[in-house]
């Protein structure tokens, strides 16, 4: 598998627009994302989350490349892509914008969240990335009454 074969498959089944703004908001780490994949895949990787998950990170080889295999490989560079846009997103925000989207996010009561490109974010999820993604920064704290 190639790049650019597995960039057609996620046109295929996500669309375009998942690539172009991947690449729009940082076509480095987009181009390192896709390689990664298809290293993996050509090393014979098993992409079956479960088992991925199951053995807590170690590489496990896949049987065959089957057709569930293929899916478990686009949902994967979907996955990534859409977590690359996010991080873009978040850390472009300034920190006072972070404060007033939480503070309305949150006030708006429990299980609310926000839909960003593909992601569902709940408020506290953008506060800890955002936080991550500037250490340099005072932290964003949550105080629960």
């Known amino acids: 598998m190639t790049v650019d074969e597995l960039s057609a498959m996620i046109d295929e089944c996500a669309g375009e627009s998942v690539l172009h703004e ?3 908001a940082d ?7 896709l390689e990664k994949l298809v290293d993996d895949w050509n090393a014979g990787k098993d992409f079956d989350p479960a088992v991925y998950d199951l053995l807590m990170g170690r590489v496990v080889e896949r049987d065959g490349d089957s057709a569930m295999q293929t899916g478990w490989l686009k949902q994967q560079a ?5 977590a690359l846009v996010i991080r873009q997103w978040i850390s472009g925000l300034q920190r006072g914008a972070v404060v007033v989207l939480y503070k309305a996010l949150a006030d708006l009561g429990n299980g609310v969240c926000i839909s960003k490109k593909g992601f569902r974010l709940m408020p506290l999820d953008i506060v800890e990335m955002w936080n991550s993604l500037h250490p340099d920064e005072s932290p964003i704290r949550i105080f629960y009454p």
């Open 22 to 24: 991947a690449y729009a």
């Open 27 to 33: 076509p480095e780490q987009t181009r390192a994302t």
């Open 78 to 82: 979907v996955s990534d892509l859409q």
